[in-house]
């Protein structure tokens, strides 16, 4: 997985940069096409359940691109991987897949009746800057210098030996992701065990406020 990379995408910084730029590459490429107009992109993050984030298991990321997206909104509403593709099955004309599926409403909150113009151009990653992938050249101005992965190829791959990669669930993701914790956190960083059960649904501002000065130390 790592050590036999291609074009020195070998390790996990890289790994993941090179897979969020081919997903905006995807969408660049339509969205400058003659299917920009007509064309919904849904991306979500695949088995969400069996790596969620350090504060709410519940949270997953998911993209929506295309021109019947809202701009510039904020919709506080609760959407799941189902409403997603329940959204997709109702796009498409589709009939529900499932009885799960079939009792979820759509995320028509995200989407306008009217189309909007957009656009989306990807940009580079730059720790991808650190393989040998043939990339674009840089932007006259721009910064030569790219930050460097933490870890070499050598270091993930004696760390994850033993481990099955060749299917998602056969991945021993509690081990995994501790792993990935020692690996990309400062040492001696503990790894959290337990929740707070803080409700991050009130005084959002105040806390992204002291989320920011916590990060800019």
Same mark, same amino acid.
Request: proline content about 6%; charged content about 25%; cysteine-free.
């Given at each position: ?118 656009? /989306? %151009? #990807? ?6 800057? !650190?393989?040998? +992938?043939? *990339? ?28 099955? /990669? %060749? #299917? ?6 509690? !081990?995994?992701? +501790?792993? *990935? ?37």
């Amino acid at each position: 997985l790592f050590k036999d990379a291609i074009d020195g995408v070998n390790t996990v910084e890289t790994q993941i940069a090179d897979n969020d730029y081919a997903v905006g590459l995807l969408v660049e490429k339509v969205a400058h096409s003659k299917y920009a107009n007509s064309t919904l992109i849904f991306v979500i993050e695949d088995d969400s359940q069996n790596g969620p984030d350090h504060v709410d298991a519940h949270r997953s990321i998911a993209f929506i691109a295309g021109p019947w997206v809202k701009q510039h909104a904020l919709i506080t509403k609760r959407f799941n991987t189902v409403t997603l593709l329940r959204t997709m099955e109702e796009v498409l004309g589709l009939k529900p897949l499932g009885l799960y599926d079939a009792v979820q409403p759509g995320m028509a909150e995200v989407f306008s009746t009217r189309p909007q113009a957009w656009s /989306f %151009s #990807a940009g580079v990653p730059a720790v991808l800057r !650190s393989s040998q +992938l043939p *990339l674009p050249a840089l932007a006259p101005g721009a910064p030569a210098a790219s930050p460097s992965p933490r870890h070499d190829a050598t270091y993930w791959a004696d760390h994850t030996r033993g481990f099955d /990669f %060749s #299917a998602e669930d056969k991945l021993d993701s509690a !081990s995994f992701n +501790l792993i *990935l914790w020692n690996g990309l956190k400062d040492e001696g960083q503990a790894y959290p065990e337990d929740r707070d059960g803080r409700d991050l649904r009130h005084n959002r501002r105040t806390l992204l406020q002291e989320f920011n000065r916590q990060s800019t130390r």
